[in-house]
Every structure is written in structure tokens, then in C-alpha cells.
């Protein structure tokens, strides 16, 4: 007999006063639950391991689905920081280029204004050379002759 089993008689012989033999109906019953409960014991374990597993299926489904959604998500991100810069770099030229021709426009202004001065002030000289050069003749005439 196994230990247990002694055990159990003594408990039912100390509590009940009653001794028991190997062949009494209540060890055959207490064998009986013993078998029963290691049956549903090994039973659970394998209910419990195949839980597991897939538990353990489940979450690294998880796992994949929320790296390829996080993944998805940065993607977006990126995309979206790309158009943004690109876009904010199109009006940045863009304005730059437009800053760029009015600058270009208003020295070409200034230039055009500065060279008809200029002309203005050439034509000038121009004239009073060209009128000291007539009256030259004239006053040489006029010193030589005093």
C-alpha cells in the first residue's frame, strides 16, 4: 500500500473510529478519486499548456499586426514630412525667386535712371565741349588781337 493510502486509513480510523482493510469499498472509491483527480489533473496541464500556446499565438499575432500597423503608421508619417518639405521648400524658392526678380527689377530701374542721367550729363559735356571748341577759333582771334 502506498503512503497515502495508510494515511487515509488512519484518518478514518483516529476520526471515525471504524479501521479499514484493503478490500473495503471506500479505498476502492478513494482510489478511484485519486485516479480521477490525476486524470483531470494531467488533463488541465494539457488544457493549460495548449492555452498557452495559444495565447502565445495570439500575442505574437499582436505583435505583428501592431509592428506592420506601426510601421504603416511611420510610413504615413514619413510620406506626409516629405510633401510637407517639399512643398515648404517649392514656396520657400519660390518666394526667394520672386525676391530675387524684384531686386533684379528695381537695380535695373536704378540703372536705367543712373545711365539716362548719365546720358543727360554726357550730352551736356558734350555740348559745351563741342561750343568751346566753336568759340575757341573766336577767342584766340579776339586775344590775338588785343
Known amino acids: 500500500m ?11 480510523a483516529v476520526k471515525h473510529g471504524v479501521v479499514l482493510g484493503k478490500d473495503d469499498p471506500i479505498l476502492i472509491l478513494q482510489t478511484m478519486n485519486d485516479r480521477l483527480l490525476e486524470e483531470n489533473r494531467k488533463a488541465l496541464q494539457d488544457m493549460l499548456a495548449q492555452f498557452k500556446e495559444e495565447m502565445e499565438n495570439i500575442s ?5 499586426d501592431a509592428k506592420e500597423k506601426a510601421e504603416k ?14 512643398r515648404l521648400l517649392h514656396e520657400t524658392t519660390n518666394e526667394s525667386v520672386h525676391v530675387i ?8 530701374v536704378e540703372s536705367r535712371e543712373l545711365s539716362r542721367t548719365i546720358r543727360k550729363f ?4 558734350l555740348l559745351t565741349s563741342a561750343a568751346i ?7 584766340y582771334w579776339f586775344l590775338l588781337r588785343y
Open 2 to 12: 502506498s503512503d497515502k493510502m495508510n494515511e487515509t486509513i488512519q484518518d478514518i
Open 60 to 64: 505574437s499575432q499582436w505583435k505583428d
Open 73 to 86: 503608421v511611420l510610413s504615413a508619417a514619413l510620406v506626409s514630412s516629405k510633401e510637407a518639405m517639399t
Open 101 to 108: 526678380k524684384k531686386l533684379i527689377s528695381d537695380s535695373l
Open 122 to 125: 554726357n550730352q551736356f559735356t
Open 133 to 139: 571748341f566753336c568759340l575757341m577759333p573766336v577767342f
